[in-house]
Structure formats: structure tokens, C-alpha cells
């Protein structure tokens, strides 16, 4: 059965700075991934997905995320950050279900 | 579309009395899907329906859970007697695919649920 496993519950950085958070699967097929992002009191929003065709996929906000097979993964990135980034982040894999990992709260420092 | 639709977004209630969640998925999504959020757990899915029938209700914590779906348009996640461990914020979510396929699952803004 697939998983998915969120490297850091909790990453802090500047604002500015580079963000990275790192999300690795696990699946027998080529899977469906993708991120979402959960703002205070709100519910999940796609941030972007990835569905078998760019292994480089841009979404929402300046976010990016790269699927690379060889090392089962599927990392988040946005070049700088801004304060409104502060949230909570999801990777999600679907194959036989939809699994979600357990997610990365994301603290953006000024 | 307006997206999933939940109602209340906030609930308090007393230990014992019942609550009644509702949501409204978009329209033609054949999936409607439960699920509790707390720090503790994460996400966790509770039941899920296709074309309105209740096909896996497994992560039910309860009999003191109930869900219902009498048509399409209309969903309710009930709790009777609710208690204070079941304090969390309760998400619907629909989609196309029961496995969220190439178009993932598009959540409502939950309800967050107080017991006292």
C-alpha cells in the first residue's frame, strides 16, 4: 500500500529565505502526488499536484515542487518567503486511496 | 462552483447533547468524504460515500457516530452524546474519484467543535 512521509513536523525561516519541505512516498505504480495547504482556520486548498506528465510542476503562489522518481520524492520549494506562507502543508499520494502525511507546519520568521 | 460547503464553521456544546454536522459537495462529484482533525491524530478519514450510499465506515470512532447522506447534494456527520474527547475540527471533502485520481479532494472549511 502507498505512504507518504513528511520530513519535519515544524520549519522555521526568514522571510526571504528559501523554503523546502520535504515529502518522500511510497507506492507500487507511478502515483498521483500532491500538496496542500491548510491556512489558520481554513481547510485544505491544492496547492498543486502532479498527475504523470512535467516532473517539475508550478502551483499556486510561487510554489513549486519537483517529482523525482530515483529518490521517491516529491519536495516543495518556493525561492523566498513571505510572512503570508505561514501555514500548514500537506503531501498526498493517491494510488489504492488518497494518503496524507502528516503535515509541516511552516513559520516564517520577519 | 462554491466549493464544499460545511455548516456550522464553529459549534460549542455540552457533554451529552447531540451535534449535527452538514455539507455540501459539489455538484458531480460522486465521493463525499469525513474527516476529524486534531494535533494528536492529524487527519483522520471517517467515512466516505459514493453516489450517496456509505461505502466504508471503518474509521467511525463510535456508535456515537453516525453519517448520513440522502441525497446528493447533502451530507451530516452526527454525534449523539458527544464528549470532550470528540473536540476537533471535522472536514467534508469531494471529489470525482474515490482515490482522488488526477484531480485530488476539495475540502470545505470544517466545523470546529467544542464539548465542554
Known amino acids: 500500500a502507498q505512504s507518504v512521509t513528511q520530513l519535519g513536523s515544524h520549519v522555521s525561516v526568514s522571510e526571504g529565505a528559501l523554503v523546502l519541505l520535504r515529502c518522500n512516498y511510497s507506492?507500487?505504480?507511478?502515483?498521483?502526488l500532491f500538496w496542500y495547504v491548510q491556512y489558520p482556520n481554513q481547510g485544505l486548498q491544492l496547492l498543486l499536484k502532479y498527475t504523470s506528465a512535467a516532473t517539475l510542476v508550478k502551483g499556486i503562489n510561487g510554489f513549486e515542487a519537483e517529482f523525482k522518481k530515483s529518490e521517491t520524492s516529491f519536495h516543495l520549494t518556493k525561492p523566498s518567503a513571505h510572512m503570508s506562507d505561514a501555514a500548514e502543508y500537506f503531501c498526498a499520494v493517491s494510488e489504492n486511496d488518497m494518503r496524507f502525511g502528516a503535515g509541516t507546519r511552516l513559520t516564517v520568521k520577519p | 462552483d462554491a466549493g464544499v460547503i460545511q455548516s456550522p464553521r464553529h459549534e460549542v456544546t455540552e457533554m451529552g447533547q447531540e451535534v449535527t454536522l452538514r455539507c455540501k459537495p459539489i455538484?458531480?462529484?460522486?465521493?463525499l468524504f469525513w474527516y476529524r482533525q486534531t494535533m494528536m491524530r492529524g487527519l483522520e478519514l471517517l467515512i466516505y460515500f459514493n453516489n450517496n450510499v456509505p461505502i466504508d465506515d471503518s474509521g467511525m470512532p463510535e456508535d456515537r457516530f453516525s453519517a448520513k447522506m440522502p441525497n446528493a447534494s447533502f451530507s451530516t456527520l452526527k454525534i449523539q452524546p458527544s464528549e470532550p474527547r470528540d473536540s476537533a475540527v471535522y472536514f467534508c471533502?469531494?471529489?470525482?474519484?474515490?482515490?482522488?485520481?488526477?484531480?485530488?479532494?476539495?475540502f470545505g472549511s470544517g466545523t470546529r467543535l467544542t464539548v465542554v
Open positions: 455538484s458531480g462529484h460522486d465521493y
Open positions: 507506492s507500487s505504480v507511478p502515483p498521483y
Open positions: 471533502a469531494s471529489s470525482p474519484y474515490r482515490t482522488g485520481g488526477n484531480y485530488g479532494y476539495t
